[in-house]
């Protein structure tokens, strides 16, 4: 937040020219405008975790699928990552300054068509009931940003159940939708 930044500033951090690593108190506000304070403060990009305690991701290991929206410039290039990857950088930090990277590669292309997808693995004791895994794609439209992570979390488990031969008694559902918030 702003007043995080100004705190910062008063007690001669500056976040101009870094990587920021921000705290993700989802009550206050959303990834993407962390993002793009950070960059309006002039950093290079932001990493956001949820610490200890925090309101998501608090299994171990548990890395963010959170959506949002946000033009590429004004946000800058952000990730999520682990508390426990966000606690050890802390660590260093507190032993002094630490050289990070962080690179993301997109192709953005205009005026192009969106598809919605679908496919199921069929249960073998209720096949008429369904459990639904629902993600959206905008991300198509404007870079790595709004929800792509979602995507790739739900393809990552029908993968992980097909690859394991595990049979649901439900059917899976798994499903994605892209320019909902335009109705396209």
């Not at 990552?81 to 606690?87: G, R």
């Not at 940003?145 to 790739?152: G, H, Y």
């Not at 031969?165 to 499903?175: A, D, S």
Request: aromatic share 10%; with cysteine; glycine share 10%.
């Amino acid at each position: 937040r702003a007043m995080d930044y100004v705190a910062l500033e008063e007690q001669g951090v500056s976040g101009g020219g870094k990587l920021v690593l921000a705290d993700w108190d989802s009550d206050e506000v959303w990834t993407n405008h962390m993002a793009m304070e950070a960059i309006a403060r002039g950093a290079l990009g932001t990493i956001i975790t949820a610490l200890p305690g925090g309101d998501y991701y608090q299994a171990p290991d548990a890395i963010g699928a959170f959506d949002s929206v946000c033009d590429p410039t004004l946000c800058g290039s952000f990730v999520t990552i682990s508390k426990e990857d966000a606690l050890t950088i802390l660590d260093l930090l507190a032993k002094g300054p630490v050289t990070g990277t962080m690179r993301l590669v997109v192709e953005m292309a205009e005026n192009v068509n969106g598809y919605n997808t679908i496919g199921y693995i069929p249960g073998g004791k209720w096949p008429d009931e369904y459990i639904l895994f629902n993600a959206h794609h905008d991300a198509w439209f404007q870079s790595a940003i709004d929800c792509t992570s979602c995507v790739a979390s739900i393809l990552a488990i029908a993968k992980a159940i097909k690859e394991s031969g595990y049979q649901p008694e439900r059917t899976l559902v798994f499903m994605t939708s892209t320019g909902e918030e335009w109705g396209v």
